[in-house]
């Protein structure tokens, strides 16, 4: 039997698969590109033009727009005074959607099998045999600052639990709209990710008797923050062009950030872990969420289902169920490698 773990009621003493070693990325080698050294010093790095700039605007863009017309309720791609929260489906912090089978959403399983980007992570951690993460995306529309989450305050985190330090998972985004200073989208505190378990080995002496949380996130406070501000961490946000993807480690402190112009922004989250460091209970239960279209956590390998999945508002398969490549096939675990 089949049992799920989400995020609501995650009460594990442990992360999941605490048990486990954490995957080594491939580095150090002759063939290592400049990339991945980047990513190794920061803690995320942009890579230019991994899907083509025509592709995300002719293919990926419209594709989104289609997905949140299509719950008609009074959202038009052209018409702004549509953009309001009553016209678009449940989302957290102005655009995030983690529910409604997004993550199996057909444009974000053929941005899943972009051949560049799984490229990318096979060259991370130096495999092809890889698993996918189900994790959602940002399809954030301007909307008024009083209609979205904390009034559109940063919400700085990491996405791994103060009890798993190590580099553990890898997560990525493909951007798909230009994506300047003044839009929304991705802020990182550059280089927290190496300063992470050297922060929490500093403070086990505020650790509260409830303990930090186990599940893969830590919420941060702004006067914890100033930790790493004064060890050189700086906010940054990376500009991207549509079709640029960006990668960061999970214990990064990072956001994302409400739109300050009238652009929207949309990014597809993308996560591959090896398939090796995947249990078999895990392998079993990725593969009924799939079926299930339920969407996880962004580690591929030790993910739990997100919230909601099973809320009575909650759609799932709201749109025709994917076509999806031998790839994708193999990154779910329905065929082997």
């Known amino acids: ?6 995020q609501k009621d995650f009460k594990d003493p442990v ?16 063939e290592e590109p400049q990339w991945l050294k980047d990513f190794q010093r920061d803690g995320f790095v942009v890579v230019k033009g991994v899907v083509s700039k025509e592709k995300a605007l002719n293919y990926y863009a419209p594709a989104g727009e289609d997905w949140l017309e299509g719950f008609n309720l009074g959202y038009k791609r052209d018409d ?13 912090h102005g655009g995030l959607y983690s529910q409604y089978s997004f993550a199996h959403a057909q444009f974000v399983w053929d941005a899943k099998t972009e051949p560049k980007i799984v490229e990318l992570f096979e060259k991370l951690w130096g495999t092809k045999e890889l698993t996918v993460s189900f994790d959602g995306g940002s399809l954030a529309v301007p909307l008024p600052v009083d209609q979205v989450q904390g009034n559109a305050k940063p919400w700085p985190h990491s996405d791994q639990s103060a009890y798993r330090p190590q580099r553990h998972c890898v ?21 927290s990710a190496n300063l992470f378990e050297q922060y929490f080995k500093e403070h086990m002496h505020l650790e509260p008797p409830e303990k930090w ?26 500009d991207m062009d549509p079709g640029d993807f960006v990668l960061w480690d999970s214990r990064e402190v990072h956001y994302g950030a409400f739109p300050k112009s009238q652009n929207k922004r949309f990014a597809v989250y993308i996560c591959y872990k090896p398939i090796a460091f995947m249990s078999d209970e895990q392998k079993a239960v990725k593969v009924e969420a799939f079926k299930r279209g339920y969407c996880t956590t962004h580690d591929p390998c030790d993910f739990i289902i997100k919230g909601d999945q099973d809320a009575e508002w909650n759609i799932h398969w709201p749109y025709p169920k994917p076509v999806i490549n031998e790839q994708g096939q193999k990154a779910i675990g329905l065929i082997p490698y």
């Open 1 to 6: 039997m089949v049992v799920f773990k989400n």
């Open 15 to 30: 992360p999941v698969g605490a048990d486990k070693p954490s995957p080594q990325i491939a580095a150090g080698t002759p």
């Open 80 to 92: 702004p005074s549509t953009w309001d929260v009553k016209n678009l489906p449940r989302h957290n």
């Open 171 to 191: 997560q990525g985004l493909l951007n798909i709209l230009p994506n300047g200073p003044e839009d929304g989208g991705l802020n990182v505190l550059k280089g």
């Open 213 to 238: 949380p186990t599940r893969d996130g830590y919420s941060w406070k702004e006067d914890e923050l100033k930790w790493f501000y004064d060890r050189g961490c700086e906010w940054v946000k990376p």
